[in-house]
């Protein structure tokens, strides 16, 4: 049988009220849809864990900024209603925009601000970004009500904002963070991969390459912060069709916080690179 798609908002809401008055719990997967394996691990998983699962499909304009690739972004609801549904998933949220922002090209009146997370790394690349994100999400949540709601470590600094939100906000939310799903070449699984031809998709590799790299050189006791940042420079400039990161921080993996120069503690590195038309994000935990 074809998976449910629901598009209103009311009629969401009368649907998980109903799944949570027969005392079933829900879980929440919110995606930009073009749904890969990632998505359907965290499918999977709230699946495993839930016993009625929504996934929402929504391109969220608020979350791109000027000149980014909201128009191209890659859709394709009948495929992902395929991927959905064979991961688990019992219903399709797919909004459009007028549903979620009825003024829409207008402005919200009243947004969220994500802090003081969201100012490094990929805030200060996209600016509103984070404010977009969190907004939607409340939205979501607010619509969804209380769930676990399933993210990916893929997006290391979304989880941790949306984490910080919940709590400082009480949503009755549960957020899981779910391990990053890769291609063979390491690659992470990313929708915007679909723009990266054969081989801008072979070079990417070395994003994580280097990543696993120097996590092993940690784990092998180098201690030098500046050590680290450089040796993934160095092998990521080797690939003429990967661009220079906007950044590569090493930070505290609760806090976020920079590392210090002498690392020390759970650790993540993450970076940002463009590589054609994609713009690629990518981290792994180390121990120091
Ligand atoms: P997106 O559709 O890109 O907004 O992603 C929706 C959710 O899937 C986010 O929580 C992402 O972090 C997660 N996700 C995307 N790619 C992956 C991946 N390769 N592995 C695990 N989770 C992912």
Known sequence: MPI??????????DLTGGVRAQGSSVGFVPTMGFLHDGHASLIRAAAAETDFVIVSI???????GEGEDLDA???D???DCEIAAAAGADVIFAPNVGE???NYPAELDVTLAAGSLAKSMEG???????DGVVTVVAKLFNIVGPCRAYFGEKDFQQLAIVTRMTQDLSFPVVIVGMPIVREANGLALSSRNKYLSSDEFDAASVLYRSLYNAAVTIENGERNRDTIRDQILHSIAVEA????????????SSTLEPAGQELKGNLRIL????VGQARLLDNIATTA
Do not use: G
């Open 4 to 13: 449910a798609v629901v598009d209103t908002v009311a009629e969401l809401r």
């Open 77 to 79: 609801l009948e495929r």
């Open 124 to 130: 200060e690349f996209r600016p509103t970004h984070f």
């Open 271 to 274: 970076l940002a690179a463009q």
């Open 73 to 75: 972004y890659p859709r």
């Open 100 to 102: 979620m922002y009825p």
């Open 241 to 252: 069709l990967v661009s220079t990161p906007d950044y590569v921080e090493i930070v505290d």
């Open 58 to 64: 929504f391109v969220n304009p608020l979350q791109f």
